[in-house]
C-alpha cells in the first residue's frame, strides 16, 4: 500500500540526456556565475539524479511537507547546484531562476551548501561530509520507528543519498553504515559518487579501500553500475527497493562530465570551469542553450516529473484524514499534542523530587523523570553509545529497537557517538519523533560536529550527557570534562542545562522538551547531590535560566554567589559559612546561561544584584567574566583533572565551600 508505481520517464519525447543535461548546465551555469562552487559533482551524478527523479522518487513538488514522501539527501553538500537545479525544474515553491541565479548570494535560498529551512526540499543541511549518510540512517530509522507505529499506509517511503568519496571516507560514515545494517534498515538506498576523485586529486592518493565491500562486511546489499547509463541504473534502484537490506548502489561516474578538458579531473571538484570550457561542453553535450535558459519542452517533462506523485499523494491524504485527529496531532505536533500529559508528569517528578530526603545524582534524577515523562511523551527515542547503565537513559521494562521489531523505543547506539548524534537530527528532521540519547560529557567532542548541526538547523535533539565534571572521580583526568561546557556555550543556539537537584532536573527536562527549535545538552552528575529545592513549586524556575535561590535575610546583599549543577549545593554551604562571619550572601542558581542571557535586563539586574559576585563551577572558567563583572572572582578549574575519589579531587582542587568564603571574604576585603 501507498507505493509509488515505478514509472518510465515522464515524457518519452524528452530525451533523458536533455533532462539530465538541463542539470548538468544549470550547475555549469550558476557557478560560473557566482565565481565559486562545485560543477563537478552535479555534472557527474546528473545521470543518477535523472533516474532517480523521474523514474522513482516518491515526491509531490507542490507538497514538500507531505509526511509519507521519500527522502532525497545530498550527503556530498558540495554539489548543492544538483539539488537546486533539480528543485527548480521539478517545480518547487520559491526555487525561482533567479534564485538559481543568485547562487552563493547574500539572502538567496541556494547557500554554498544546502541549508535546512533555506528552501522546501533541502532535507537536511550537508555540507560537513559524511553527516548527510548518518542523518539518512536517522531518517530511514524513523520511517520504520512511525511505519511500525502508525501503520503501512501512512508511512511507507524510502530514503535515497548521494554521498561521494568524501562522505564515504570520514569516519562517522563507518559508524552510520554499521549502524544501519545491524538495524537492517532496508528502505534506506545510498547512491554512492563513485568517480575516484577527491580535491587533492585522485582518491588513490590517500585509500585503498574497497568501499562496497566495506558495505557488504556491515550488513548491506551492494551492486555496481555504470553511472551514465540510464537503465542500468534503473534497473539497480529498481533492485534496491526490494532488498531487505539496506543498499548501495556504486555508480561509476565521471567528474565533470561534458566538460572537453576538464571531465575527469579533480579541477572540476570546485571551481568554475570557465567561459571556454563551458562553451566546450555545450557543444560536447549539445546544448545549445543560453545559460540559465532551460527549453520548455524540456522544462515540462521535469514539471511532470514534479508532479507524477500528486495522486499518490492524495490517495494517501485521504487515508491520513480518515484518521481519528487524535491519532494525527502526536504526529504532527509531538510536544504540543502531550502538552497537558508532560505537564503532569513533570509536576509529578518535581513533588516527587522535592519530597525526597535522600541525595542523589542528577543522572539519577534524569531517569526519575523518564519514568514520569516517557510514558507521557510516545514521540520520545531514547538512546545511548554504550552507556545506558551510566547515562541512566532506559527506564525499566522500556522497550528496545531492534532488527525487524521498531516498535521500541530505545536504541542501543553502540560505541557510535558520532553517528548517534547525527542520526538523532535525522530522527529529529524526519519529523514525528523527539530523540534523546546518551554519553559521558567528555564524549560530547565526539559528537560536536553533530551538535553544531543540530542548533544550525534548529532541532529539537536532547544530549543527556552524564559525568559533567571531576566528580566522576576515578576515571580521571581523560573522562572528566573541564573545558567541555565553555565550548558548548560557545555554539548558538543551543541550550546547555546543568541542574543543581532532582527538581532542578525535571524542570530541565521539560525545557528540553518544550523548546521547539533548539537541541539541549543536559549536562549531568554521576556523584550524588543534596536535594535543595525541598518546596514543590508550579512555576519552572530553571525557564529563566538563572533564579535567586537563596537570598539574604531582609538585609542588602555582601555578596552574589552564582554556581550551576552539582556547585549550587557548594555555594549553599559557602552561604552558611559566610554568615558565621555576619556576611549576607545570596545564591543564585544558573542552569542555563542561554535562557538566562535571553531574559529581560530588569530581571538579569534584579537576579545578579550590585554586590560583587562570586561564581563557581567544577569546570574552566572560561566565560564567566560575563557574569562576574569587573569585581568578580572565580572557582573553579584551571586545567586538567586526576584519577581520585571525588570528593579528594574537589579539595584537591579547591572546590569547597571554603574556598567559596574565602574567595568572597577575600573580594569584600579589596
Ligand atoms: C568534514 C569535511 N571535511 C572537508 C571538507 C572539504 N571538502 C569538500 S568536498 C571535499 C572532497 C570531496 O570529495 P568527493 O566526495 O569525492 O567529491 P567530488 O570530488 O566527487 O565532488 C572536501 C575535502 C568538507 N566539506 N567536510
Known sequence: MGKPAVSASTNAAVAH????????????DAVEKAKSGHPGMPMGMADVATVLFTRFLKFDASAPEWPDRDR???????????????????????MTMKELESFRQLGAKTAGHPEFGHAPGIETTTGPLGQGLANAVGMALAERLLNARLGEGIVDH???????????????????????GHLRLNKLIVLFDDNQISIDGPTSLSVSDDQVKRFEASGWATSRVDGHDP????????????????????????IGYGAPTKQGKASTHGSPLGAEEIAGARSKLGWAHAPFEVPPHVLSAWRACGARGSAVRSAWTKRWESLDAKAREPVEHPARAA??????AIAAAKKAAAASPAKKATRNWSEATLDHLLPALPALIGGSADLTGSNNTRIKDQPVVARGNFAGSYIYYGVREHAMAAVMNGLALHGGLIPYGGTFL?????????????ALMRQRVIYVMTHDSIGLGEDGPTHQPVEHLASLRAIPNLNVLRPADGVETAECWELAVRVGDTPSILALTRQAVPNLRTTHTDENLCAKGAYVLAETSGKARDVTVLATGSEVGLAMEA????AKDGIEAAVVSMPSWELFAAQPVAYREAVLGTAPRVAVEAAVGFGWERWLGERGTFVGMGGFGASAPAAKLYDHFGITAAKV??????????
Open 17 to 28: 540526456k536533455d533532462m539530465a543535461n538541463a542539470i548538468r548546465a544549470l550547475a555549469m
Open 72 to 94: 532525497f539527501v545530498l550527503s556530498a553538500g558540495h554539489g548543492s547546484m544538483l539539488l537546486y537545479a533539480l528543485l527548480h525544474l521539478t517545480g518547487y515553491p520559491g
Open 158 to 180: 524510502y530514503t535515497y543519498v548521494l554521498a561521494g568519496d568524501g562522505c564515504l571516507m570520514e569516519g562517522i560514515s563507518h559508524e552510520a553504515i554499521s549502524l544501519a
Open 231 to 254: 537503465d542500468a541504473i534503473a534497473g539497480a534502484i529498481e533492485w534496491a527497493r526490494r532488498s531487505d537490506k539496506p543498499t548501495i548502489i556504486a555508480c561509476k561516474t565521471v
Open 339 to 344: 502538552a497537558p500529559a508532560i505537564a503532569s
Open 442 to 454: 567528555v564524549f560530547s567532542d565526539y559528537c560536536r560536529p553533530a551538535i553544531r548541526l543540530s
Open 575 to 578: 552561604r552558611a559559612l559566610l
Open 661 to 670: 568564603a574565602d574567595a568572597a571574604r577575600k573580594l569584600l576585603s579589596r
